[in-house]
């Protein structure tokens, strides 16, 4: 079945603790992304990869880092969390970026 | 502004109405267009594709106005399972795609 995995789903983490969300594809697909999503605000892209070791910032890189070292895998990385970065994280991958983008089940990421 | 706009709603209408909404986007050299349907804060799914030409997908028709700029989605028939936010999406560059703030559809029995 072609999915789109995140972990984990649901985190509470304190300010400051490096945390990593994981993402997988089973798809091949070239182009993967990071989304946090606000309420009033839609999805806001934060990184994206074409390809492994090809990555950028998307809208919203502040705080953020992200690594693509094999084509399947693109992890979220947070060294320093802060409460403003409390959100709902989407992966999401994609074959090519004009057709359909396949989303992970979000991260639900709760900073205090 | 937002490179996507829409009309938050919510939409509340009674089965079998037919209810309709738009988006307007500012990038005017956007390649692509979709609607996706997000339900209760659950990822997000690909509802349509929408071409120059309008097309439809059943109960849903998908329009877009490169004139001015915005896309319209219009469902027929409506059923409880269409309760969801439906959102706007416009691929500006190769790289990205845009996302509007969605649009809530509440279809009551």
């Known amino acids: 079945e072609a999915q789109v995995t995140q972990n984990p789903r649901y985190l509470i983490t304190v300010t400051g603790k490096k945390l990593t969300v994981t993402c997988s594809q089973n798809m091949n697909h070239e182009y993967m992304s990071w989304y946090r999503q606000d309420p009033g605000l839609g999805l806001r892209q934060i990184y994206y990869s074409m390809n492994v070791e090809v990555t950028d910032k998307g809208d919203v890189p502040e705080g953020y880092k992200v690594s693509r070292k094999e084509k399947r895998n693109f992890p979220l990385i947070l060294e320093s969390p802060s409460p403003n970065q409390t959100s709902l994280y989407f992966c999401?991958?994609?074959?090519?970026?004009?057709?359909?983008?396949?989303f992970g089940q979000g991260t639900r990421l709760t900073v205090v | 502004r937002k490179e996507v706009e829409q009309d938050p709603g919510p939409f509340n209408v009674p089965e079998g109405a037919t209810v309709a909404f738009n988006c307007t986007y500012s990038n005017s050299a956007s390649q692509s267009f979709f609607w996706y349907r997000q339900d209760c804060r659950k990822e997000p799914k690909l509802l349509m594709s929408v071409y120059s030409s309008g097309n439809e997908d059943g109960r849903f028709t998908a329009q877009l106005n490169r004139a001015s700029q915005y896309i319209s989605l219009l469902i027929r028939d409506s059923k409880l399972s269409d309760s969801a936010t439906y959102l706007c999406?416009?691929?500006?560059?190769?790289?990205?795609?845009?996302f509007g703030a969605g649009t809530t559809v509440t279809v009551r029995a």
């Open positions: 999401a991958s994609t074959l090519g970026m004009g057709t359909e983008a396949f």
């Open positions: 999406v416009v691929r500006p560059n190769d790289y990205k795609l845009s």
